[in-house]
């Protein structure tokens, strides 16, 4: 099973998480693709993704993050065991989010979006400070990101399993040409949509 885990302010809509769900449909495999609107509280949006991701066998489970859903994604696969592939993850989201504490709108619609003070407490709580098992992570990072820092990215997941993207952005504007190396390393057998679909 593939749980998909969204950035700040961001939703099931995003283009990657969109793009993600209709490869896993090609493949037949829609019902084992997962991408939950996650509420804005940290604690709350693990409590979520714990609970799909009990629905699954850990050996057969990766966790897709962008952004902030990479930081959660790291939390889950040092607790959990499970892979981890890490779309422009925050490694800081202590400091880097400080400065959005108050109300704002998600990306994908109007409705309002509050982050509160609370929250960066329950971000330190969740920070992991150096990962275990480097085999179980591949990271992805755009040089061009214009959120985040990419070297902070590369040397948050030593030993990982990296491809660094020349250019591009934060949102990974030509994630459709790496989608299939991410469900590859999900365990994800990508040749048969290429074989041919059913006549």
Known sequence: MILYLHGFRSSPQSFKARYLGERMQVLGLAHDYVCPQLPASPAAAIQLALGFAAACPVEQLTVVGSSLGGFY???LAEHLGCRAVLLNPAVKPPRDLESYVGVT???????????????????????IEKI????????????????????????????????????????????????????????????????????
């Open 132 to 199: 275990t098992v480097p085999q179980r992570y591949f990271l992805i990072a755009a040089t061009g990101d214009e959120v985040l820092d990419w070297r902070d990215m590369v040397a948050h997941y030593p030993g990982a399993q990296q491809t660094v993207i020349e250019g591009s952005d934060h949102g990974i504007a030509e994630f459709a040409d790496y989608a299939d190396a991410v469900l590859a390393f999900c365990g994800i057998d990508v040749l048969p949509a290429l074989a041919g679909a059913p006549h």
């Open 105 to 127: 709108t998600h990306y994908h619609s109007v409705e309002p979006f509050e982050f509160k003070r609370d929250y960066i407490d329950e971000l330190k709580a969740l920070t």
């Open 73 to 75: 994604a790291t939390w």
